[in-house]
């Protein structure tokens, strides 16, 4: 079975800093891909990156970057630079080789920028 | 390209009447996913599709809930009778291809709210 868990209901963060949100999950599958997305207060859910459990490079995308370290099963996203626009629920999510196409998804942390 | 389309965006009803979501998947996806996110349970699978067909309905609460796929472009998700347990936002997702590192694409959700 995957699990998906994240341990950061909410946080604070100044604009323009960096953040991390946390991801840690559990699977038994050697090959899996790990997701982020973020579901502003529109509600749509947005994909913002991915990596590959046999990548050997961090995966990076724009600001989003993803500290991915294999042995300690977790997979944080930073943001660099926040902006306000960056507030918003972030759900990390994980599918397995041997999950079929399931996403198991996180409870989710929601993030808020200040001013 | 126009992204997963979904209708209604929201949907208000009463107890007893009969909901029917609808989904356009992304042109060339051959993978549709339903699913239902609540304060309680998080984003969870309800269902989905490879080519038209139902692959795993394990997600599907009950027999109240039922999914169809007529064609490469549509999809539907029925609840008959509705109850206000599934008051809940219903996301429809596609994928091009199965496999760990296919992203899924998610649609705007539809917030239904029964009463």
């Known amino acids: 079975a995957q699990k998906i868990t994240q341990t950061q209901p909410g946080m604070f963060v100044q604009e323009k800093e960096a953040v991390t949100l946390d991801c840690t999950y559990d699977?038994?599958?050697?090959?899996?891909?790990l997701f982020w997305y973020k579901q502003p207060s529109s509600g749509e859910m947005i994909f913002l990156i991915y990596?590959?459990?046999?990548?050997?490079q961090n995966a990076t995308e724009g600001r989003y970057s993803l500290n991915f370290q294999k042995a300690r099963k977790s997979a944080n996203l930073v943001i660099s630079a926040s902006q306000l626009g960056d507030s918003a629920m972030y759900f990390c999510?994980?599918?397995?080789?041997?999950?079929?196409?399931?996403?198991?998804f996180g409870g989710g942390t929601r993030l808020m920028v200040k001013p | 390209d126009a992204g997963v389309i979904q209708s209604p965006r929201h949907e208000v009803t009463e107890m007893g009447q009969e909901v029917t979501l609808r989904c356009k998947p992304i042109?060339?996806?051959?993978?549709l996913f339903w699913y239902r996110q609540t304060m309680m349970r998080g984003l969870e699978l309800l269902i989905y599709?490879?080519?038209?067909?139902?692959?795993?309905d394990s997600g599907m609460p009950e027999d109240r809930f039922s999914a169809k796929m007529p064609n490469a472009s549509f999809s539907t998700l029925k609840i008959q009778p509705s109850e206000p347990r599934d008051s809940a936002v219903y996301f429809c997702?596609?994928?091009?291809?199965?496999?760990?590192?296919?992203?899924?694409?998610f649609g705007p959700g539809t917030r239904l709210l029964v009463l």
């Open positions: 997702a596609s994928s091009q291809l199965a496999g760990i590192q296919e992203t899924q694409y």
């Open positions: 699977t038994s599958d050697p090959s899996y891909g």
């Open positions: 990596q590959g459990s046999y990548d050997q």
């Open positions: 999510a994980m599918r397995g080789g041997n999950a079929g196409n399931m996403l198991t």
């Open positions: 042109s060339g996806h051959d993978y």
């Open positions: 599709f490879n080519n038209n067909v139902p692959i795993d």
